[in-house]
C-alpha cells in the first residue's frame, strides 16, 4: 500500500490548512506519486497546496470544507474530480461502507471537530475547540495489545492510519482504532460520513497542474543582477505574489508584457522578469515561461540602487514570516 508524504501545517504562524495538507496527500495517494514531480520535496508540496488554497480564497481568510478542495482541485487539474461525499452513489452510509473503503486501500480526506478525537490524539495543541481535517488510509486489526503513546491498542481492534497536518518533530502518521476516528467525523443530514474518497493509483498518468500551462505564478523576489533583457508577455490570469508560498496580491487581468532578463542559473524553466508592483520596478520570476517572448525594444533599466532599498523592506518582512527568498541577482550574475 502506497503511503504518502506526510505535510504540516505547523511551519506557518496560523495553522489553518489542515484540508489544503489532507488534500496533497490525498492525491499524492490517488495517483501513487504521478501528480507530482519525483523529486517533489514536502515544503514543495506545501506550497502547491497553498496555490490549492488560492483557487477558491486568495485571502487565507480562515479554514476550508471539502467543497472548497474539490472544486480547486477540479481547478487546477483539469479533468479530475474527486469522489464526492455530494454524490448519492459516492457517500459512505454507515461504519460498513467507510471501512470497506480503507479496507480496498482508498485515501480519504475527512473533517470534524477537533474536540471530538480522543486525548491523545489531540496532544499537538492547548486549544481543542475547532474544526478540523485529517487524512486517513488503511484497515487492520491489531494482534497483540501493546502501548501506542498514552494510548493503550486493545488487541482484535481495527485500526486506521491517520496523518494529521497538526503533526511535526519527525511524525509520519500513526495507526488509530478506527472506531475512534469514525466518532470524529462529521455527518450529513442522512447520517452518511462527511468524507472525500480517493481510491489508490485511480489516476494512472501524470496530469501538470493547470498553472503550468495557462496561469504562471509570479513572485517578487531579491537580487537584482540583470544582464540583458527583453519582453516577455505571460498570459491573463498570472497571479503574483510577494514571497513564495505566499498569498495572490495581484491577478494578471489580460496578457501583459514585462522586461526578461533570462533564466536563473540551474532553473531553466524560470524565467527571470521585471514587473512594476506597489509603484515600484522590482525583479520576479515566473514559473514556467510559456508566455511570448518578443524582440521590443526593452524599457529602461530601473534604478537598481533605489530599488534595492525597496526591496530589502520587503524581503525583511517576508524573511520575518518564514519564507524562502532566493538570491536571483547572484545565481544571473553567474551565467
Not at 171 to 197: N, T
Amino acid at each position: 500500500m502506497y503511503t504518502p508524504r506526510f505535510l504540516t501545517e505547523t511551519k506557518e504562524p496560523i495553522w489553518n490548512d489542515c484540508v489544503w495538507r489532507s488534500t496533497v496527500m490525498a492525491l499524492d495517494k490517488w495517483s501513487i506519486g504521478r501528480l507530482f514531480d519525483k523529486d517533489a520535496t514536502p515544503q514543495s508540496l506545501i506550497r502547491l497546496s497553498e496555490r490549492l488554497r488560492d483557487e477558491v480564497d486568495p485571502t487565507n481568510s480562515g479554514g476550508a470544507s471539502l467543497d472548497d478542495a474539490s472544486l480547486a482541485v477540479s481547478r487546477m487539474w483539469l479533468g479530475l474530480e474527486v469522489h464526492d461525499y455530494d454524490e448519492p452513489a459516492s457517500r459512505l452510509r454507515d461504519e460498513n461502507d467507510f471501512k470497506a473503503v480503507l479496507w480496498d486501500g482508498s485515501g480519504l480526506v475527512i473533517l470534524g471537530d477537533e474536540l471530538d478525537f480522543p486525548r491523545y490524539l489531540r496532544r499537538w495543541t492547548t486549544n481543542d475547540d475547532f474544526k478540523h481535517s485529517v487524512y486517513i488510509q488503511g484497515l487492520r486489526t491489531i494482534k497483540k495489545a501493546h502501548a501506542h503513546g498514552a494510548y493503550q491498542c486493545k488487541a482484535g481492534v481495527e485500526h486506521t492510519f491517520i496523518m494529521d497536518p497538526l503533526g511535526r518533530g519527525g511524525y509520519k502518521g500513526e495507526w488509530f482504532p478506527v472506531e475512534e476516528i469514525m466518532r470524529f467525523v462529521w455527518r450529513l443530514s442522512d447520517d452518511s460520513f462527511y468524507a472525500a474518497v480517493y481510491p489508490e493509483g485511480e489516476v494512472s498518468k501524470k496530469i501538470p497542474p493547470y498553472f503550468a500551462e495557462g496561469e504562471q505564478d509570479v513572485i517578487v523576489a531579491d537580487g537584482l543582477g540583470a544582464t540583458s533583457s527583453k519582453l516577455l508577455r505571460l498570459p491573463a490570469g498570472a497571479k503574483v505574489f510577494q514571497f513564495p508560498g505566499g498569498p495572490a496580491i495581484r491577478t494578471l487581468p489580460s496578457s501583459d508584457t514585462f522586461a526578461y532578463f533570462g533564466f536563473p542559473k540551474g532553473e531553466r524553466d524560470w524565467a527571470v522578469i521585471g514587473i512594476r508592483y506597489d509603484g515600484q520596478d522590482v525583479l520576479a520570476y515566473a514559473r514556467r515561461a510559456a508566455g511570448t517572448i518578443t524582440d521590443s525594444p526593452a524599457p529602461p533599466r530601473p534604478d537598481l540602487e533605489a530599488l534595492i532599498v525597496e526591496l530589502e523592506k520587503k524581503v525583511g518582512i517576508a524573511k520575518g514570516w518564514g519564507a524562502t527568498i532566493k538570491d536571483l541577482g547572484t545565481e544571473l550574475l553567474a551565467l
